[in-house]
């Protein structure tokens, strides 16, 4: 049979801890059962910007915490370049585990985009997340992320550097209507090929930087 998506674990609460303690517990898609643990959002529960990442890399997946290995070291690196606090900000995952495959020695695992299907199983996790912190500023890093709350259409190479909000019915459902940013995420800057290396890492900083610059308070 198959899963029927996160809901049917999610707890009534809006307490972050308790949140991420049923979400270790989840088994609203397949991809717990080859991912080590689940990976929770950490960070300030009262954020005023929460960043949103795809799903949890190799790191992440054996520590336990967002944002920890390669990709999260070059975000701090941009977050310190655009004077933006990660002490401050509170930041997540489309999806909570480690969607992978292996070479053939059966060592090394190897990145596998999330389907449609699993990011919309996790997203109640996501949707609790926003309705807890209730962050004045969004930021979706890559598409993954974009899509899972502006639609599987969402072209985020159109919308860099627009401040944009959630479809319609979002709002009415979150009791939040938060302002949006999108911008690359920080493995595809890792990607990129030696000579954009850098105009790529400039762009995620000015989007970082953007972004912590709507806050009102």
């Known amino acids: 049979m198959a899963a029927a998506g996160a809901d049917a674990y999610l707890p009534h609460t809006s307490d972050l801890r308790q949140l991420a303690e049923a979400a270790r517990r989840c088994r609203g898609c397949d991809l717990y059962r080859d991912a080590q643990q689940t990976v929770f959002g950490e960070g300030s529960a009262t954020a005023d910007v929460m960043l949103v990442g795809e799903q949890p890399g190799d790191q ?57 299907t699993e990011v919309v199983a996790c997203r109640p996790w996501l949707f609790a997340e926003i309705t807890s912190v209730q962050p004045e500023i969004v930021v979706l890093l890559g598409a993954t992320a974009a899509q899972s709350l502006l639609g599987s259409g969402f072209r985020l190479t159109v919308h860099r550097g627009e401040v944009l909000h959630l479809p319609e019915d979002e709002p009415d459902l979150l009791g939040i209507d938060p302002m949006i940013v999108v911008t690359a995420h920080p493995s595809a800057v890792l990607r990129a090929p030696v000579q954009r290396r850098a105009s790529s890492f400039e762009t995620l900083v000015t989007d970082l930087r953007f972004a912590a610059g709507l806050r009102s308070r």
């Open 60 to 116: 992440e997946d054996r520590r336990g915490h967002p944002f920890v290995g390669p990709a999260g070291r070059l975000l701090d690196k941009a977050l310190v370049a655009a004077g933006v606090d990660r002490d401050r900000l509170y930041v997540t995952n489309a999806v909570k585990h480690f969607k992978f495959t292996r070479f053939t020695s059966g060592r090394r695992r190897i990145h596998q985009t999330p389907s449609r």
